[in-house]
T-cell receptor
Framework: SQTIHQWPATLVQPVGSPLSLECTVE??????LYWYRQAAGRGLQLLFY??????ISSEVPQNLSASRPQDRQFILSSKKLLLSDSGFYLC?????????????FGPGTRLTVL | KNQVEQSPQSLIILEGKNCTLQ??????????LRWYKQDTGRGPVSLTI?????NTKSNGRYTATLDADTKQSSLHITASQLSDSASYIC????????????FGKGTKLSVKP
């Protein structure tokens, strides 16, 4: 069966510090991978998605970046965090092509920027 | 603009009672509508998916309905349990090659003993 991992589970970082969140998927090959952010009182916002190694599409201009160094690894980064980067970050995967839009979400990372 | 609106924003019910959550959308073209359950501090998990031709679909104590004419969906929970306490998110998939997902803000349900 497929499993998706995210770490860390929680993170408290000062403004201006760097960020690295990691997501790995097990039990599937060539998945589509996604990073979402969920802010309080708002719906899930798609930040990045990837259809393959080294292929990243950005949905929202911001100071975050994403990388996919391996087929089942997706990393979310920032060089300098802003207060507005606080939120719940969710990694997700889906089948590569076709499908119904079903997303399998990871357990999430709660990021607080102070 | 494609939007998904959910109501109520939050809801408190007693254990054993029924409740209905609403989802209205303006997404066009339409592909499907999915309900997710998100426990606090966890990722969302799919409960059910509705396509254009489906009116009702059940998953245990959860029953989803879809009226494609009025662009409304509901999620009915029967005989609620404490474990039903969660946020319920309505997600509509656009039709076409892109198939973008439009997320509602969710309804936070609290089931009290």
């Amino acid at each position: 069966s497929q499993t998706i991992h995210q770490w860390p589970a929680t993170l408290v970082q000062p403004v201006g510090s760097p960020l690295s969140l990691e997501c790995t998927v097990e039990g599937t090959s060539n998945p589509n991978l996604y990073w979402y952010r969920q802010a309080a009182g708002r719906g899930l916002q798609l930040l990045f998605y990837s259809v393959g190694i080294g292929q990243i599409s950005s949905e929202v201009p911001q100071n975050l970046s994403a990388s996919r160094p391996q087929d089942r690894q997706f990393i979310l980064s920032s060089k300098k965090l802003l207060l507005s980067d606080s939120g719940f970050y969710l990694c997700a995967w889906s089948v590569l092509a076709g499908g119904t839009g079903l997303r399998f979400f990871g357990p999430g990372t709660r990021l607080t920027v102070l | 603009k494609n939007q998904v609106e959910q109501s109520p924003q939050s809801l408190i019910i007693l254990e054993g009672k029924n409740c209905t959550l609403q989802c209205n959308y303006t997404v066009s073209p339409f592909s499907n509508l999915r309900w997710y359950k998100q426990d606090t501090g966890r990722g969302p998990v799919s409960l059910t998916i509705m396509t254009f031709s489906e009116n009702t679909k059940s998953n245990g104590r959860y029953t989803a309905t879809l009226d494609a004419d009025t662009k409304q969906s509901s999620l009915h929970i029967t005989a609620s349990q404490l474990s039903d306490s969660a946020s319920y998110i309505c997600v509509v998939r656009e039709g076409g090659s892109q198939g973008n997902l439009i997320f509602g803000k969710g309804t936070k349900l609290s089931v009290k003993p």
